[in-house]
């Protein structure tokens, strides 16, 4: 029977799946501090995102129960379908 995962629902929770802010900024190669803040400001820092989501599909989370919101975006179909840009005045 496969065990049934938690919610990743912060960045925080996700920064914990993955063993804490000094194991992540380790294997980021950042300082520890850097990690921290994302969880104190509640997001992944940019163009972290992606390392960050693919190593908790391989832990075995899914959209089921990992939130958008830690990644920035309110749903998921944000990731498929950006919100097209304003075009600049002439």
Same mark, same amino acid.
């Given at each position: 029977? &496969?065990?049934?995962? @938690?919610?990743?629902? %912060? &960045?925080? #929770? =996700?920064? @914990? =799946? +993955?063993?804490? !802010?000094?194991?992540?900024?380790?294997?980021?190669?950042? #300082?520890? *501090? %850097? /990690?921290?803040?994302?969880?104190?400001?509640? &997001? /992944?820092?940019?163009?972290?995102?992606?390392?960050?989501?693919? *190593? +908790?599909? #391989?832990?075995?989370? %899914?959209? =089921?129960? +990992?939130?958008?919101?830690?990644?920035?975006?309110? =749903?998921?179909?944000? +990731?498929?379908?950006?919100? !097209? @840009?304003?075009?600049?005045?002439?």
């Amino acid at each position: 029977m &496969a065990r049934r995962r @938690r919610m990743i629902a %912060t &960045a925080k #929770d =996700a920064i @914990r =799946a +993955l063993g804490g !802010p000094t194991a992540v900024a380790e294997w980021l190669n950042l #300082d520890q *501090s %850097t /990690i921290s803040g994302w969880g104190i400001r509640g &997001a /992944i820092g940019r163009g972290w995102e992606m390392h960050i989501y693919w *190593s +908790l599909r #391989d832990r075995g989370f %899914t959209h =089921a129960n +990992l939130a958008p919101e830690v990644f920035g975006m309110s =749903a998921w179909a944000e +990731l498929r379908m950006p919100r !097209p @840009r304003k075009k600049r005045a002439a």
